[in-house]
C-alpha cells in the first residue's frame, strides 16, 4: 500500500518541521501519523471480508464514507473517546493535523473525470472538487518523495536539537 506509507511519511515529515517551532511531544506526534490513515480506513475492505459484518447489522457496509469530512470527524472524535482525559485535546488535534495532511495530498491526485474522487462534503453535498492531477496514488515516485521528505526532515531536527 504505497499510498498509505507515502501518507504516513508525508504527516511525519510535516510534524518534524512543526516541532522545530512548536513542542511536540512523541504521543503528538504518533496521533498525527495515526490521523494521516484515518481516511484510508476504507481500504480495510481489501483484506477483510465483508459478509460476516454485512450479516450482524442486516445490510451492506459502505466504507466511503469515512474519506469525507463527516467521517474522518467521526473516526476523530471515536479515537479522541479512547484517549485519557488529559490528553484528548491534545491528540484529536493532531489527528487532525494527519487527517489533513491526507486530504490535502488526495486532493492533488489524478483521476480520470478530473475531479476528487471523493465527495468531501457528503452528506451535506455530492459535488467533488477539481483536482490538478499531479499524481497516482500508486505511484512509486510519490513514496520516494515522501520518504526523502521524512527523512530530510528527521536529519534535519536532529542537527537542530543536537546543537542546543
Known sequence: ???????????????????????????????????????????????????????????????????????VGLSIGIAGLLVGRRFRRTAIRWMAVGVTSHLLLDALLRTPTGTSSYALFWPVSGYRPPTPGLYLSGDPVVLVVAALAAGGAWSVRRHITRHR
Do not use: N, Q
Open 1 to 71: 500500500m504505497v499510498d498509505l506509507l507515502s501518507h504516513v511519511l508525508f504527516a511525519y515529515a510535516g510534524v518534524t518541521v512543526v516541532s522545530l517551532a512548536v513542542d511536540v511531544s512523541r504521543a503528538a506526534r504518533t496521533a498525527a501519523l495515526f490521523g494521516a490513515i484515518v481516511p484510508d480506513v476504507s481500504k480495510v475492505g481489501l483484506f477483510v471480508d465483508d459478509d460476516p459484518l454485512e450479516a450482524l447489522v442486516g445490510g451492506s457496509i459502505e466504507v466511503l464514507g469515512w474519506h469525507t469530512l463527516l467521517g
